[in-house]
Nanobody
């Protein structure tokens, strides 16, 4: 069992930065693929970024490439999402998730555990 708690969301002006954190419980954190997803009102939950166990393999949605950075600290059981050059279209609830599989991890259904979400609002 893994419990995930996100923090770091808030209101920021366009062009600004935020760093989201996701603290995980459980001794096997390092064995999970971790992902950040986001969901805007009336839209589906979409992948933002994923990171494999070692932290050396990452994936980014095209919409955030070059602006967002995902990282993890297995010693602290924490995964981060550094978000720079934020745009109003980045406004959404951001979710952290953990997957036991390493296959097709851009899809929400592949994830076994989810956090409660944190709101990010970018004003224009």
């Amino acid at each position: 069992q893994v419990q995930l708690v996100e923090s770091g969301g808030g209101l920021v002006q366009a062009g600004g930065s935020l760093t989201l954190s996701c603290a995980a419980s459980g001794r096997t954190f390092s064995s999970y693929v971790m992902g950040w997803f986001r969901q805007a009102p009336g839209k589906e939950r979409d992948v933002v970024a994923t990171i494999r166990w070692s932290g050396t393999r990452t994936y980014y949605a095209d919409s955030v490439k070059g602006r967002f950075t995902i990282s993890r600290d297995n010693a602290k059981n924490t995964v981060y999402l550094q978000m720079n050059s934020l745009k109003p279209e980045d406004t959404a609830v951001y979710y952290c998730a953990a997957a036991r599989t390493d296959k097709s991890v851009i899809y929400p259904l592949k994830y076994d555990y989810w956090g409660q979400g944190t709101q990010v609002t970018v004003s224009s």
